[in-house]
């Protein structure tokens, strides 16, 4: 977990909104690579946490009554996901 929160200090835009990094939570920043990243970003959290970890979160972070996800990013992981985890 130190390993992404590494990340997210050394790229603040991918989240923009706070400058808390250390009390930032997997799924937060999950979804905000998701949003805001590009795919290497993606591969850094995929290969820190494991595609399965990363599956896993990703499925909270959709089913959840508010999702903060686009309808293409979450078409997109799910098939990715199906394929890959």
Do not use: C
């Not at 130190?2 to 920043?29: A, Q, T």
Request: charged share 25%; proline share 2%.
């Amino acid at each position: 977990m130190d390993d992404i929160r590494k990340f997210i200090k050394n790229k603040p835009y991918i989240i923009w909104y706070s400058k808390n990094y250390d009390g930032l939570s997997k799924e937060s920043i999950l979804e905000s690579v998701l949003n805001y990243g590009n795919w290497n970003d993606y591969l850094f959290i995929e290969n820190a946490l494991g595609i399965k970890k990363v599956n896993s979160v990703f499925s909270h972070l959709k089913n959840q009554k508010r999702i903060n996800l686009r309808p293409q990013t979450i078409n997109y992981f799910s098939n990715y996901f199906k394929v890959y985890a």
